[in-house]
T-cell receptor, first 114, second 117 residues
Framework: ETGVTQTPRHLVMGMTNKKSLKCEQH?????MYWYKQSAKKPLELMFV???????ENNSVPSRFSPECPNSSHLFLHLHTLQPEDSALYLC?????????????FGPGTRLTVT | AQTVTQSQPEMSVQEAETVTLSCTYD???????LFWYKQPPSRQMILVIR????KQQNATENRFSVNFQKAAKSFSLKISDSQLGDAAMYFC??????????????WGAGTKLIIKP
């Protein structure tokens, strides 16, 4: 058990819906990450927060909107998604953003856009 | 730009035998970190082993060890005495150590490891 939880585990939404993914870490970490994992493709880093401040937006479309109210919680707000956005969305956390800190991952949310 | 290549989409091994997963990377940097992550069918990604490029000694964690060939830019993972619980997707990842603010892991596409009982 890595101490990073994600809800919901599965989500099916239409292209006109608005939904949110939630991530919570119980490890006392200061950095949190959103990744997109598509079949047969490398993981794509989407957003990074360090001490609640967004420090990376990896050219992610504006239909994905992150929110980090505190160091333990991270949200990904979704609206007007496209079918190609269907993927596994992984949250991760680490003590800091230095390369020496291990990233701990949550189980992911399997998102299907219809 | 750095890249990570895992040339084996799928590998299978008999239980209790040894298997090696390959990973090559491309970089012009001398200071970096390499990782192997495991993602079982439950989908929770777990760090298996890590290697700092400045260390010549190959990292080892119990049944897992790496063969780090810096000049060849190769970073293979050896799993000894394979167990059913080792079945998973294995991802190789690279991260620059030169710039402490560059926290992006560069990932390979993964190798699916099947353990035959």
């Amino acid at each position: 058990e890595t101490g990073v939880t994600q809800t919901p585990r599965h989500l099916v939404m239409g292209m006109t819906n608005k939904k949110s993914l939630k991530c919570e870490q119980h490890l006392g970490h200061n950095a949190m990450y959103w990744y997109k994992q598509s079949a047969k493709k490398p993981l794509e880093l989407m957003f990074v927060y360090n001490f609640k401040e967004q420090t990376e937006n990896n050219s992610v479309p504006s239909r994905f909107s992150p929110e980090c109210p505190n160091s333990s919680h991270l949200f990904l707000h979704l609206h007007t998604l496209q079918p190609e956005d269907s993927a596994l969305y992984l949250c991760a956390s680490s003590l800091g953003t230095s390369a020496s800190y291990e990233q701990y991952f949550g189980p992911g949310t399997r998102l299907t856009v219809t | 730009a750095q890249t990570v290549t895992q040339s084996q989409p799928e590998m299978s091994v008999q239980e209790a035998e040894t298997v090696t997963l390959s990973c090559t990377y491309d970089t012009s940097e001398s200071d970096y970190y390499l990782f192997w992550y495991k993602q079982p069918p439950s989908r929770q990604m777990i760090l298996v082993i890590r290697q700092e490029a400045y260390k010549q000694q190959n990292a080892t964690e119990n049944r897992f060890s790496v063969n780090f060939q810096k000049a060849a830019k190769s970073f293979s993972l050896k799993i000894s005495d394979s167990q059913l619980g080792d079945a998973a997707m294995y991802f190789c990842a690279y991260r620059s150590g030169r710039d402490q603010s560059n926290y992006q892991l560069i990932w390979g596409a993964g190798t699916k490891l099947i353990i035959k009982p």
